[in-house]
């Protein structure tokens, strides 16, 4: 069982930056990927980046070159920087974790944080 608890998220202006964390339980979290995703007001949940175990990164065409997913595997976190933030990136982030490399499906991951709001004001 791993439990995620995310956090960072708030009201920010467009082109402001905001930097999630996602803390993570257990002593096997070097062995998982992580992803974060993001649900917007009546849209789907959708992918917005992962990492791997080694740190290779891998990212949603909407948010490349704004966003940068990172992992310290000592604290058990993992990270989403978020530059240029724009109001169509206002949703709730959530992370989560997986056994398999690559996936941007909701069905590769196994555990879920509760998330954590993003609201971008124009």
């Known amino acids: 069982q791993v439990q995620l608890v995310e956090s960072g998220g708030g009201l920010v202006q467009a082109g402001g930056s905001l930097r999630l964390s996602c803390a993570a339980s257990?002593?096997?979290?070097?062995?998982?990927?992580m992803g974060w995703f993001r649900q917007a007001p009546g849209k789907e949940r959708e992918f917005v980046a992962a990492?791997?175990?080694?740190?290779?990164?891998y990212y949603a065409d909407s948010v490349k070159g704004r966003f940068t997913i990172s992992r310290d595997n000592a604290k058990n976190t993992v990270y989403l920087q978020m530059n240029s933030l724009k109001p169509e990136d206002t949703a709730v982030y959530y992370c989560?974790?997986?056994?398999?490399?690559?996936?941007?499906?909701?069905?590769?991951?196994?555990?879920w944080g509760q998330g954590t709001q993003v609201t971008v004001s124009s």
């Open positions: 989560a974790t997986s056994r398999q490399w690559f996936s941007m499906t909701e069905d590769s991951y196994d555990y």
């Open positions: 257990g002593r096997t979290f070097r062995s998982y990927v």
């Open positions: 990492i791997s175990w080694s740190g290779s990164t």
